[in-house]
């Protein structure tokens, strides 16, 4: 049995030189992907166990040691402190729909069994993709009339055409249109200007969202109705919950392609937002959380992977299988790095001033 730590006993574990001080087992593990996902195949993910459980550090290759240190913060907490209470025990995930040709959407969101909520990424070519966007949204429309949908652009519009796509957007019912413009000034101008004009259409911020600060920034400028947040960039669950009620804005988790680790903690952030007023109005309930992930790999580290049934993961710690962890063990060269990247930030999260910056 694990002893549950506080946030501050959290803070003193960094007080130790090497974090294998603190982390008596640690292993570094290569996923496959099922398709190639944000331009890799293989998922690398360095797993880190403390005195509560298992946690994730899996910051992208190309992140420097500042940004990437962010997300060792979250697995020092995940692996030291058991996470707040969860207000209910499974979380309901979206279905997402590729920029794939309008004749397969159907059978794509086939796939994803009994979710009820589907998330369609569009402008891949920004608005050059609007025709075959609408296609996709009514081929989805009519092979899954009664589930919600929501369109993510991951920033991809010029501010100029993000209006003209919104408009053609507005004769669907949607939840919201993610990150139609990447700049979070762009992003509270195109809300602005489509209030104005009456559209109806929420807007959300995922990219707008990389640390603790965004989400404020995007509540100060009216930027967005809904934040996405994932656990690792925002430091923790802890710091993500106080993060979401700091802000005020209904949040919908994410993940960053975690391993079930790392979903685990998702899951445990979701569980723990309360349904507000403005939630229940967007959703119609807990919102459908983007932690149906673990589908694009080939395998998982856990023998009980953290894996959607009838459109929802269940909350609770996930744990690395022995058998899994050294079946899908990184090479050693890769060990080495992510070893060296730990040390590193380790280090800058030891000097660094304050590890856990509170905006005003
Ligand atoms: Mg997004």
Redesign the pocket.
Known sequence: MTRAHSPTEVHAALEAADPREVFPEIAVVSLPMVTRFRGITVREAMLLRGPAGWAEFSPFIEYDTAEAARWLLAAVEFAWAEPPEPLRPRVPVNGTIPACPPGQVAEVAARYGDVSTF?IKIAEQGAASLAEDLRRIEALRRARPDAAVRL?A?GRYAPEEAMRALQAFSRFELQYV??PVAAVEDLARIREAADAAGLGIRI?A??SIRKAEDPYRVAELGAADVI?VKVQPLGGVIRAREVVTGCGLPAVV?SALDTSVGLSAGAALAAALPVTDRVAEIFGGAPAC?LGTSALFAADISAAPVRAEHGSVPVGRAAPDPAQLSRLRAAPSRVRWWMHRLQQCWKHLRTESSPRPRPE
């Open positions: 998330k993510d991951n993610e990150q959300a995922d990219e996405v994410s983007g």
